[in-house]
């Protein structure tokens, strides 16, 4: 099934405005959700995947509804910067998916990546399904089996996953940036 990304730099729609982004994607499009740091890095490198479809910077894993940067950024709310990806999943396995998120962090640094340190930064998967939830704990004990340290990641329920604000979306395209920081291994 082919798909076209939808253009995050559109004007937005009534539909975009309103937190948590929606539940329903590009129709045939399957939801992955992971957090592994800067919320910038890790949308351009799931972006680089060309299966991917659709991706979308925000807040996943805390409490309190419709946070802002600010609020996440002074440890007030419980979420990750998370990266909501909408793929095909007859061109691209969730598993490979995986790899990339495995290759594109270190899991073995609890609530930091590189120069960036907090809870909002820790390595996280959120799970859609019984199906991902089994692929990403096999990958962790795969992981966990190549790795000296202890691997940090948590494998949790997606729950509800709020849209970052505009300025966010795509910010390595609208900058011209290569990179959040430094990573550490």
């Known amino acids: 099934m082919l798909f076209r990304r939808r253009d995050t ?39 680089e995947i060309e299966a991917v479809v659709e991706t979308s910077v925000g807040y996943a894993g805390g409490t309190t509804p419709s946070p802002t940067y600010e609020q996440v950024c002074a440890h007030a709310t419980g979420h990750a910067e998370a990266v909501e990806v909408w793929f095909d999943p007859a061109s691209v396995r969730y598993e490979q998916l995986l790899e990339t998120f495995w290759q594109i962090h270190n899991p073995t640094t609890r609530n930091r990546q590189g120069l960036d340190i907090g809870s909002q930064y ?17 990958s962790l004990d795969d992981e966990r089996a190549k790795r000296r340290r202890q691997v940090v990641t948590e ?15 795509r910010y390595f395209e609208k900058s011209g940036r290569a ?3 430094v990573t550490l291994r």
């Open 155 to 169: 494998i949790v329920p997606a729950s509800a996953f709020y849209r970052a604000e505009e300025y966010h979306q």
């Open 179 to 181: 990179a959040c920081a």
């Open 122 to 138: 820790r390595s996280a998967i959120f799970f859609h399904s019984p199906e991902q939830e089994a692929a990403a704990r096999s």
């Open 9 to 47: 730099n559109a004007a937005p729609t009534a539909m975009d405005a309103a937190p948590p982004f929606p539940g329903d994607g590009p129709p045939g499009a399957e939801r992955a959700t992971f957090a592994a740091g800067c919320f910038w890095g890790v949308e351009a490198a799931f972006r």
